[in-house]
């Protein structure tokens, strides 16, 4: 149990610095979103591309690892919908209680975490999370809640296209595409270029954590507690075991092959908290408080589930 805790105590220190060099005055939280942009349209990036250019395709793309992320996201996606129909009888309330559940925040939590235990691999398993979690998960939870907003009238697959596209436009996304293309390609990174990627994508696991510290400070505390909770607690512990159960069905049934290290790698990366944008999605629709204290219960929380995860995983 020493050995997990070291695994998970200096990322949440590196949080508590972020959060606390906020509250000391150091940082305004006005620029928590500046770094914020860094690492997304910069640090992981290059991250992305270097992890997936500099391996070839089957290696990248793991059939066994996107099943049981894809089917286990979609489990989940019908869990949470039901549960929150019975609790949560506002469409627009149930809509971002869904999202919050089946979206984790792979890049600023996930990767650091996946990165001291699977080395190797975080890059490759960042990657097939990015993938999927914007071509699929996270547009279809935005369709979920503009569908709540009495947009009925609008055709799925229209807002689908137009999620898609607003989606494609990001750095993380361009990057990802253009490393499957370069691998695809059988070029090889030239050592220069191999190093400057490397030296710019090794700022993303620790400016990440700060920025998940820093964006805690000043988020409202007033708002539906009890849906937050549930909310957090369908994050961190159904998600993660709704997954669980879905590898183990399939792996059983013989229906993949997967090792177990990218196995574990799927359930650890389910059992983060929810990513960062989850409360701008619910501000921007008046939801802001609940989802805020969601994010902060779940971050919070989180130091104890994933270490949970890990005894139990490793």
């Known amino acids: 149990m020493l050995s997990i805790i070291g695994i998970v105590f200096p990322l949440f220190a590196v949080i508590a610095v972020g959060y606390a060099s906020v509250r000391a005055g150091w940082f305004k939280p006005s620029e928590m979103p500046i770094l914020g942009r860094f690492v997304m349209q910069l640090a992981l990036p290059a991250l992305l591309f270097h992890a997936v250019a500099s391996r070839d395709l089957h290696e990248v793309l793991d059939p066994g690892y996107i099943a049981i992320i894809v089917c286990g996201g979609l489990l989940t996606i019908a869990v949470a919908f039901a549960w929150f129909t019975l609790t949560a009888p506002d469409k627009r309330r149930r809509a971002m209680a869904v999202m919050g559940t089946v979206c984790p925040n792979s890049s600023f939590v996930g990767y650091p975490l ?49 999620v898609l596209y607003d989606f494609a436009r990001r750095p993380m996304i361009i990057a990802l595409v253009a490393g499957l293309i370069f691998s695809v390609s059988g070029l090889h990174l030239p050592s220069p270029g191999d190093r400057f990627l490397t030296l710019l994508s090794g700022a993303a696991s620790a400016m990440a954590l700060v920025v998940i510290g820093g964006s805690l400070v000043g988020l409202p505390l007033t708002g539906n507690r009890a849906m937050a909770m549930q ?38 990366s389910t059992a983060m908290p929810m990513f960062a944008l989850y409360t701008v999605f619910a501000q921007e629709r008046g939801l802001g408080g609940a989802a805020s204290l969601a994010l902060l219960a779940a971050t919070s929380c989180s130091f104890f589930t994933l270490s949970f995860f890990l005894w139990w995983l490793t």
Do not use: C, W
């Open 231 to 268: 909310i957090a607690v369908s994050k961190l512990l159904v998600h993660p075991l709704i997954v669980f159960a879905t590898a183990s069905v399939l792996v059983g049934a013989g229906v993949i092959t997967i090792s177990h290290e990218m196995q574990v790698g799927a359930i650890l």
């Open 114 to 162: 996946i990165v001291t235990i699977y080395p190797d691999l975080a890059g490759v398993i960042l990657a097939q999370n990015v993938l999927i979690e914007n071509i699929l998960l996270i547009p279809l939870t935005l369709i979920i809640v503009d569908l709540s907003e009495n947009r009925s009238g609008v055709s799925p697959l229209r807002l689908l296209g137009k």
